[in-house]
């Protein structure tokens, strides 16, 4: 029999493409989960449960939390990284390291061939594709879910017929959730005047009460959350989760261009990552030059769209990385937030590299660096090219 690797989550998607490639097309498949922060041991362990059942060939997890953070998040973060000023591409993100490992597990077993879900009217079906035949040129690509045009509910119906056991009404939505964030996809998703209802999310609000925290950063990373410094940047990303999602906050829908070029609407729960993103951007502000946030925006801007486009195997997303790393020497403080129902507060920071420092100067107030005939003389050869343009062309 022909190998299949499969990327595998145990949601409806990748049970249903499990059952369709052993029955129906006759393949040996090895089920492969790449787990970028989104899994419990208990989770994966009735994932692996419900992979038995189904009879394939075996079923594998991956670990990729470290390689996911030091290869991706940490970028985001520096580049303060959110699409169409929403969505910090908590899932979009993981796509391009799920697939990078699955490529490299199909090189190791010598499968014939690679699967995934994806349908025909999404940007994974893209980013799936453009790693795999970036890494394995010569390789079958799979997807029964694209190249049969089902609906869920079609998928549900072959699924059913089969004598699968599963919560198919919880399938109503595709959710896939990660460190970075959860994306939520369903009904209201695809119209543009609804909002997801409260059980759409998987967190439910189950906080009130206004909170303080601290942030720490050290050379741009989230280091510690009040006094607890943690060994890894994704364990505080973990805990200012538990912290903030309770009270609804980093709910929302975003509204995009696809890469297939149709708009599309996907709802995300992603408290850590809004909160950290702006924490650290307004650290940014004031540890670093204008002509630093200058460039790092312009680049940063590209480097989001190119990401969330699948091109993050190009060269020159190295180049802009060495950049945004670069740029983040003296990005080090706290930053102190204020945590209510459903939205935060930036209250303010707290840096040994504060460039608003009160010995040059307090903006509106006065002067001690400077004087008036300085400004005098500044103020008319920096507008001196403007005056003489007006006077010319009168």
Known sequence: MKKVVLAYSGGLDTTFCGLYLSKELGYEVHAVLVNTGGFSSEELKAIDVKAKKLGIASFTVIDCLETFYQNVIRFLVFGNILKNQTYPLSVSTERIVQAQALAQYAKEIEADALAHGSTGAGNDQV?????????????????????????????????????????????????????????????ETLTSDQYLPDEA????????????????????????????????????????????????????????????????????????????????????????????????????????NHLHEGHYLDPVMRNIEAMLLDSQQKVSGKVNVKLKPEHFILKGIESPHDLMSAKFGSYGEMNLTWSAEDVKGFTKIIGNQTAIYHQVNK
């Open 201 to 304: 999310f998987p967190t439910p609000i189950t906080k009130k009460d206004e909170e303080e925290i601290s942030l720490s950063f050290k050379k741009g990373e989230l280091i510690g959350i009040n006094e607890k410094v943690f060994s890894h940047p994704t364990e505080a990303i973990q805990a200012l989760d538990k912290i903030a999602s309770p009270l609804g906050i980093g709910r929302d829908i975003h509204v995009g261009d696809t890469i297939i070029g149709i708009k599309g609407r996907v709802g995300f729960e992603a408290a850590a990552p809004l909160i950290i993103i702006k924490a650290h951007h307004l650290l940014e502000k004031h540890t670093l030059t204008k002509w630093q946030i200058f460039w790092k925006n312009q680049l940063s801007e590209f480097y989001g």
């Open 127 to 187: 980013r799936f594709d453009m790693v795999f035949q970036t890494i394995l040129p010569d390789i079958e690509i799979i997807t029964p879910i694209r190249d049969l045009k089902l609906s869920r509910e079609q998928e549900i119906d072959f699924l059913k017929a089969q004598g699968v056991e599963m919560d198919f009404e919880k399938s109503k939505y595709s959710i896939n959730k990660g460190i970075w964030g959860t994306s939520v996809g369903g009904a």
